[in-house]
């Protein structure tokens, strides 16, 4: 397969052939001309990432006949048939067989390459969909860091240099630009990764419990320890602990942490005998940490020995050229999670997401992604499309869209189990779904 080939075109008449190349190349698409289905064959596999144009009528084995090896030998690649004027009837019949479109004879040159652009666009989603399914089923699933920002780049390189190592790393960012992103992949891409990536919120457990939660115990340690506990340190040995939220990490536990960390062994709670642990260290924090330290409350020798290395990640208004990416990831990821079509955005939707403040950065984006998917109108029911002088079937209808919308976007758009929840018929639900566009 020749490299950035993107249009395998078949026709057997030279003349035609040459000019139709030639006005695809003007187009700037990458062009192999070729004179027969035969010579087109080999060329056609399921990885070839461009699309057929083939005429119909053609010496040797036909159009038709490519179509038909082409369903088999390369699935999923557009086929494109041109076709003889008056044959409406046959291409109609290629297009229930699988063709893409068809265009007849006499065709200007906008009107094919317009076709073929089109084609393209589906293919390069297709084929983006297979890798990001192919990921998915991966053991780095969901580890990719999106981004093109010179910040994200940054970040990406970060990872890469540090992750093969056992050095601490701090990572910091506001709410939901993704610290336990980074957290992961950085577990991930290190040797590490066969051990458990294990997380501990330290703004989520309580002061009481937490010195167990992290070190462990033994039966009787404390009143309520009944059997003996291992700790997230111990537990997370030969991987990484991801410590979220470091800042709230109370003072006492602090000392506690780092001596563990100076001496590289643990005892559990009401035990003697000292552990050793391999653990590596990544931090996420969400406030200025420096400005804690100053004012003391948190360890500045604890805060040296974490931050070895610092990560941080801007909030999304402060790298903008990231929000578009990111969103056509999130809409693959949701395409091929609900078994929904990717919806191609439009110039002006690109430049609305530019525009939005974003205060719950990239989560808030995903969900607005997952949204725009399964065809959740954004905000939900929007009461103040209504009116008082809206007629009260118009405001129950209103209504009624916006809890199939959210029940569909709380079953990931399984429609059987939303009619479930909703107490309804499945064919009832089909038709309203269909009836209000969702
Ligand atoms: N650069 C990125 N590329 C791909 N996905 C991202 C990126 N940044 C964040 N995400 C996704 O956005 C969501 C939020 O990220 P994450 O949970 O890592 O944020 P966080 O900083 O830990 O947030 P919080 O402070 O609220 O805990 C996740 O689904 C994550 O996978
Ligand atoms: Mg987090």
Request: net charge neutral.
């Amino acid at each position: 397969m020749q490299d950035g080939l993107r249009v395998l075109f078949v026709e057997d008449e030279p003349l035609v052939r040459q000019a139709t190349a030639q006005s695809l190349e003007l187009a700037g698409f990458s062009v192999l001309a070729l004179p027969s289905a035969e010579a087109a064959m080999p060329h056609l596999s399921p990885e070839f990432p461009g699309v057929l144009v083939t005429d119909v009528r053609l010496t040797g084995a036909s159009g038709l006949d490519l179509l038909q090896h082409c369903r088999n030998a390369a699935p999923g690649v557009p086929v494109i048939l041109v076709t003889g004027h008056g044959d409406i009837t046959m291409a109609v019949q290629a297009m229930r067989e699988g063709a893409y479109d068809f265009i007849e004879k006499p065709f200007g040159a906008d009107r094919l390459t317009e076709t073929v652009r089109r084609a393209l666009e589906r293919r390069a989603l297709e084929l983006e969909n297979r890798a990001l399914r192919r990921e998915l089923a991966g053991p780095a699933a969901g580890t990719r860091i999106i981004g093109r920002s010179p910040a994200i780049e940054q970040v990406r390189m970060l990872v890469a240099n540090v992750a093969a190592t056992d050095v601490p790393v701090m990572i910091n960012g506001e709410t939901g630009t993704g610290k336990e992103l980074v957290a992961r992949s950085l577990h991930a891409l290190s040797p590490r990764h066969h051990a458990p990536f294990v997380a501990l919120n330290c703004g989520a457990v309580p002061e009481a419990i937490f010195e167990s939660e992290m070190f462990g115990h033994e039966a009787g340690a404390f009143t309520g320890a009944g059997k003996r506990r291992v700790g997230k340190l111990e537990h997370a040995s030969g991987g990484t602990l991801f410590l979220d939220e470091i800042e709230s990490m109370p003072l006492a536990l602090q000392v506690k942490l780092l001596r563990v960390l100076q001496e590289g062994t643990l005892e559990r709670l009401g035990s003697n005998a000292s552990i050793a642990i391999d653990v590596r260290i990544v931090a996420a924090a969400k406030g200025d940490m420096e400005a804690l330290v100053a004012q003391g409350t948190f360890r500045q020798d604890l805060y040296y020995r974490l931050n070895v290395v610092t990560i941080p990640l801007p909030p999304l208004r402060e790298r903008r050229e990231d929000i578009v990416p990111l969103f056509e990831h999130f809409m693959l990821v949701a395409a091929v999670r609900y078994q929904r079509p990717a919806p191609i955005l439009s110039e002006l939707q690109r430049q609305a997401l530019m525009q939005r403040a974003w205060p719950g950065n990239v989560r808030e984006l995903r969900n607005a992604a997952d949204r725009l998917v399964l065809g959740v109108p954004e905000g939900g029911a929007r009461a103040d499309a209504l009116d008082d002088s809206t007629p009260l079937k118009e405001r129950m209808e209103h209504y009624e869209r916006a809890v199939i919308a959210d029940t569909l976007a709380r079953t990931g758009g399984a429609v059987s189990q939303a009619a479930d929840l909703l107490q309804v018929g499945k064919a009832t639900l089909y038709d309203k779904i269909k009836r209000y566009g969702l």
